[in-house]
């Protein structure tokens, strides 16, 4: 006998036993499909109404599927890939070809072992976000809730800085299209375009209608066709930038890079910072493997196809970094700027495949953009009926109410803007979420996740590599910080 969960209901991976009494402690029954199978070798005998329906009606796979593997790939890759690709030409300036590529695939093999340290963790303890896999840490309550608020400052902040340096580079890419359609002048410079109050209006509009409604998505399946758009976005965007270094003939008189670092230590860490919030996307990962679904063939179990959709999100990620990275520093050496599309400008109206990056970019970021607020508003909202369970109506799953979930995102979607009209350049702000709440999310806390619910902190060989990941991350998180704080006073 096996339990199928309802489509689109939480903890698809939890048995049957188990589902049911939490239902019942709740007062009302479960919501479920019962699908009896007989053992044929115990029994021999197949029961005919679910073989007759399975032979009757097969069931098409779609290609993007709610839940499936293609869909969910297609969701983590465009919580990784966004606005960060545009700065890794600027990490391999700051550090050199080998150095940069060491980083990214050090940083890409720290990501994908990390997501898997979440999924064990989730399996374990049948959690379904960052905050009730870090109560379940400690058996003392008090230490647990502490370690919750922890986990929710450190995944709002995350999300809060990724999103205000997204709409940094929408506002500078819608100027940039709206001045060619309006036939203004181009901006000549980052600062001069970040600074233009047209800037600031283009990206009040763009926020309003179009981020803010694709913000008020419930699940991030409802996402998925905009996040294949994007992801098809970025590799446009890296197709332009190959195209444009061995065609275009841009290559300025200093385009040669040295292999090793010119900028010194700084550079390193600078370049670390930038390609960790590169790869970081663990705050989506419990809500894209709580609405992965099991295979129909019961070939691989969920487990084994949240493992692929990781390899296949970091792999992608990685190739997208590495052909923007070495194309972009290969046209542009050490004139390139910590946003790459910053050195086409110029180009825009004079070529088209420019102009279509620049397009593609921005789609880009509308399609990541709403990744980026889910997991901040739903830390927002499990915040808020942990602190005040009795002022807020929650619907029978736990959630907060609509009015509430609007409110949120109205807020969280209000205040990233204002910080975006505020802040410095986007690479500054991507190399302090980087340095700070990145290596905390990303690095430190499923680390200890891991080393708390999994090994039980048994000396293993997989407890000690969990020490090793958690304390690279302790020590980047230090030196990273103090050296985005150096930057941002120059």
């Not at 700051?94 to 072992?113: E, K, P, R, W």
């Not at 520093?329 to 110029?346: A, K, Q």
Request: hydrophobic share 45%; charged share 15%.
């Amino acid at each position: 006998m096996w339990w199928s969960p309802v489509e689109g209901t939480e903890g698809g991976n939890r048995g049957f036993v188990d589902r049911v009494e939490e239902h019942l402690e709740k007062g009302r029954l479960p919501d479920i499909h019962m699908v009896i199978e007989d053992d044929a070798q115990s029994t021999g005998v197949q029961p005919e109404a679910a073989s007759a329906s399975a032979a009757v009606v097969p069931r098409r796979k779609k290609f993007m599927e709610a839940g499936g593997i293609r869909s969910s790939v297609f969701n983590l890759t465009t919580a990784t890939l966004g606005a960060g690709a545009l700065s890794l030409p600027y990490a391999f300036r700051n550090s050199g070809y080998l150095v940069a590529s060491l980083c990214l695939l050090i940083c890409g093999f720290l990501s994908d072992t990390t997501i898997g340290y979440i999924q064990d963790c989730m399996d374990v303890s049948r959690c379904q976000t960052f905050e009730k896999l870090a109560f379940s840490c400690s058996s003392n309550p008090a230490r647990g809730r502490r370690l919750a608020l922890l986990a929710i400052l450190s995944v709002i902040t995350f999300c809060f800085g990724t999103a205000v340096g997204y709409l940094i580079t929408l506002g500078q890419i819608g100027y940039t299209i709206g001045c060619a359609l309006l036939s203004f002048p181009l901006p000549a410079t980052a600062e001069g375009a970040q600074s233009s109050s047209g800037t600031n209006l283009m990206l009040c509009i763009l926020v309003l209608v179009i981020l803010y409604p694709l913000c008020l998505a419930e699940k991030v399946n409802e996402l998925r066709i905009p996040s294949l758009v994007g992801v098809m976005s970025v590799f446009l965007l890296v197709f332009v930038i190959i195209f444009e270094a061995f065609v275009g003939g841009h290559q300025t008189e200093d385009s040669t890079l040295p292999l090793l670092p010119s900028c010194g230590w700084h550079g390193v860490v600078r370049t670390m910072s930038l390609v960790t919030f590169a790869f970081a996307c663990q705050p989506n990962v419990p809500a894209i493997y709580a609405e992965l679904k099991e295979s129909e063939t019961k070939r691989r179990c969920r487990a084994s196809r949240m493992r692929s959709v990781a390899f296949w999100a970091v792999l992608i990620c990685l190739t997208v970094y590495f052909g923007v990275g070495f194309a972009g520093v290969y046209t542009w050496g050490f004139e390139t700027r910590d946003n790459i599309l910053y050195n086409y400008n110029s180009l825009f109206k004079g070529s088209f495949d420019v102009t279509l990056a620049f397009i593609g970019m921005a789609i880009a970021i509308v399609a990541a953009y709403p990744l980026c607020i889910f997991p901040a508003r739903f830390g927002l909202e499990s915040a808020l009926l942990v602190l005040y369970p009795s002022r807020f109506d929650s619907d029978d799953g736990g959630r907060a109410s609509r009015a509430v979930v609007t409110l949120l995102t109205a807020m969280t979607v209000l205040l990233s803007l204002g910080c975006a009209i505020l802040a410095p350049s986007m690479a500054q702000v991507f190399e302090l979420v980087g340095s700070t709440s990145g290596a905390l999310t990303c690095y430190i806390l499923p680390s200890y996740f891991y080393i708390c619910l999994v090994t039980g902190n048994r000396m293993t060989l997989k407890c000690l590599k969990a020490w090793s990941v958690m304390l690279i991350g302790i020590v980047f998180a230090f030196i990273g910080t103090s050296v985005a704080i150096q930057d941002m006073r120059k």
